[in-house]
T-cell receptor, first 114, second 109 residues
Framework: ETGVTQTPRHLVMGMTNKKSLKCEQH?????MYWYKQSAKKPLELMFVYNFKEQTENNSVPSRFSPECPNSSHLFLHLHTLQPEDSALYLCASSQDNSGANVLTFGAGSRLTVL | GQNIVQPTEMTATEGAIVQINCTYQTSGFNGLFWYQQHAGEAPTFLSYNVLDGLEEKGRFSSFLSRSKGYSYLLLKELQMKDSASYLC??????????WGAGTKLIIKP
């Protein structure tokens, strides 16, 4: 148990579907992150929330929509995705978004877009 | 541009020693991290270096040379469970993490 829980662990969806990924942490952290991990590529930072406020949006297409209702929960809403969006989506948390904080990751949601 | 380079894959023998290198070019430097990621699992924190030198933590050690833009992770007395990907990441002057693509380490009996 890493302290960061992601659901679902696996998701297969068509390009016209709408689905959501969920991330939950009870570590008392105030910053939460979404990363995309593709094979043999560096982790790509997608979104950052610090104290529930979005502080980073790294030019992510609008078909990905984040939501952070409180410091413990983070969602990634997906709609009209493309096959190239198939990847492992990792959620992470840290004490806050300032300084060199250690990230605690979830095990990821493996997404396949058909 | 900012860049982290690490070998894609390495193979080592159980009980041996392996060194995984990481070279970086970033806008400023606020520390370097190593994470371990077993297949299908979450990346987990291994080490953080911000000053030059060697940090030892059990069988794992991490070295940093800021002047050379270079780090390595040294794994001793390799065990089968050390088979994993090892991710190098540098925090730049804006406290943004720049990630390498990871090194897949295969341990053979």
């Amino acid at each position: 148990e890493t302290g960061v829980t992601q659901t679902p662990r696996h998701l297969v969806m068509g390009m016209t579907n709408k689905k959501s990924l969920k991330c939950e942490q009870h570590l008392g952290h105030n910053a939460m992150y979404w990363y995309k991990q593709s094979a043999k590529k560096p982790l790509e930072l997608m979104f950052v929330y610090n104290f529930k406020e979005q502080t980073e949006n790294n030019s992510v297409p609008s078909r990905f929509s984040p939501e952070c209702p409180n410091s413990s929960h983070l969602f990634l809403h997906l709609h009209t995705l493309q096959p190239e969006d198939s990847a492992l989506y990792l959620c992470a948390s840290s004490q806050d978004n300032s300084g060199a904080n250690v990230l605690t990751f979830g095990a990821g949601s493996r997404l396949t877009v058909l | 541009g900012q860049n982290i380079v690490q070998p894609t894959e390495m193979t080592a023998t159980e009980g041996a020693i392996v060194q995984i290198n990481c070279t970086y070019q970033t806008s400023g430097f606020n520390g370097l991290f190593w994470y371990q990621q077993h297949a299908g699992e979450a990346p987990t924190f291994l080490s953080y270096n911000v000053l030059d030198g060697l940090e030892e933590k059990g069988r794992f050690s991490s070295f940093l040379s800021r002047s050379k833009g270079y780090s390595y992770l040294l794994l001793k007395e390799l065990q089968m469970k050390d088979s994993a990907s090892y991710l190098c990441a540098v925090m730049d002057s804006n406290y943004q993490l720049i990630w390498g693509a990871g090194t897949k380490l295969i341990i053979k009996p």
